[in-house]
């Protein structure tokens, strides 16, 4: 998926290899506006919730909810998701699903922005 980003970048700039753009992108006068442009090609701009829904409800069923599964057997730890490099749109999808995976339980689910370690409220 990124590689075909990279290989269509490289075509509307008339570069024929990689080894040519990395050429580019550290010695051509706007550098900074193509590794901007780099950047938004190879990163995700879009923020929703619940993308990608497969793997969403097997991370549910076949992560979490053993781990909670686990919790009810007497195994007492907290558990604590980091949800490194996402979306604010996917941080709030995984905290509305662990929400409703422990309702029942009560328990609090936090969310780290940067510094801030605040709960979360679904």
Not at 5 to 30: C, H, M, P, Q, T
Not at 36 to 53: A, G, H, Q, V
């Amino acid at each position: 998926m990124i590689e075909d980003k990279i290989v269509g970048r490289l075509a509307e700039l008339s570069i024929k290899n990689i080894s040519d753009y990395v050429y580019y992108l550290k010695f051509n006068l706007k550098k900074n506006e193509e590794l901007k442009l780099l950047y938004d090609y190879i990163t995700i701009n879009e923020t929703s919730f619940f993308r990608n829904t497969p793997i969403l409800e097997a991370w549910a069923n076949e992560i979490m909810t053993p781990i909670f599964k686990s919790y009810s057997e007497g195994f007492n730890r907290s558990v604590r998701i980091w949800s490194a490099g996402c979306s604010p749109g996917r941080t709030y999808t995984l905290s509305i699903m662990l929400h409703d995976l422990l309702k029942e339980n009560k328990q609090v689910v936090h969310r780290n922005t940067g510094n801030r370690h605040q709960p979360f409220s679904a």
